[in-house]
């Protein structure tokens, strides 16, 4: 089962060119993951075809590959630099294996984008893991939202115009169980000691999440419409 993590920020300090940076922030989410299995630590830019795809490295000794923004600086240069993407790939070929990374920038009219595919099994039913990889994307882009869901969630979700819910939501608010009684976990990011920046909300705890259990997607939706009768779920329009 393929899960995705979405997230949705607006940095003003954040140029669409500013490839060195953009890199140093996906690389702090790619350090948590690599620390679940080490097919998470070696990531390409991804290309046109296989072989292309497996020339230039994303990270170097511990930092942006200086060949890839290179690559970036000329594919991107004048006019094309009004909205760039930064697209990375684990090299692996199997499906079971595989993952893919991107971070869209824009000229900050629409909100700004980061997308996670993991398409292995490994991140499947560890909810502290995938907490960790929602901390990381937090601290990187201080995101209006992040969503962690299995693939085709969107198609169930409650409102078009809205997150979801999905396996786990992150929202940046300090939320009770008050709030949100039918979720089976509120999670404070960052964790304890620290100042509370929001709330990971999580459906499903016990299990894994499956699209196939009709129970997990009637929680999720239940918690989707508790947020919007609280005015606590944003519209994407006002992200």
């Known amino acids: 089962m393929t899960v995705n993590i979405n997230l949705q920020f607006r940095d ?17 989410i790619v ?16 290309g046109d075809s296989l072989k292309e795809a497996y020339l230039y490295r994303a990270f170097e000794h511990d930092a942006p590959s200086e060949p890839l923004l290179a ?34 920038v824009g000229n900050k009219v629409l909100a700004d984008s980061v997308d996670i595919s993991l398409y292995a099994d490994f991140h499947l039913g560890d909810v502290e893991a995938m907490a960790d990889v929602v901390r990381a994307a937090v601290a990187a882009f201080n995101p209006a939202y992040v969503i962690a869901s299995p693939y085709g969630y969107i198609e169930k979700q409650v409102f078009d ?18 709030q949100v009684p039918e979720a089976h976990a509120l999670i404070p990011i960052p964790e304890a000691g620290k100042r509370q920046v ?3 909300i999580v459906s499903e705890i016990e299990e894994i999440f499956s699209l196939d259990n009709p129970a997990h997607v009637l929680n999720a939706n239940q918690i989707e419409i508790r947020l919007v009768d609280q005015d606590l779920l944003p519209l994407y329009a006002e992200i």
Not at 161 to 178: A, E, F, I, N, S
């Open 71 to 104: 690559v970036l600086r000329q594919r991107f240069k004048g006019p094309a630099g009004d909205f760039t993407y930064v697209s990375l790939w684990n090299g692996e070929q199997s499906l079971d294996e595989g993952a893919t990374l991107s971070c869209h």
């Open 198 to 200: 929001g709330t990971l």
């Open 31 to 46: 350090r948590v993951m690599a620390k679940k299995t080490p097919k998470l630590e070696t990531w390409y830019a991804q």
């Open 161 to 178: 115009d809205r997150p979801g819910v999905g396996w786990m939501l992150y929202l940046p608010k300090v939320l009770t169980v008050q």
């Open 12 to 28: 003003e300090s954040l140029a669409s060119t500013d490839f060195r940076e953009i890199l140093i922030r996906l690389q702090k």
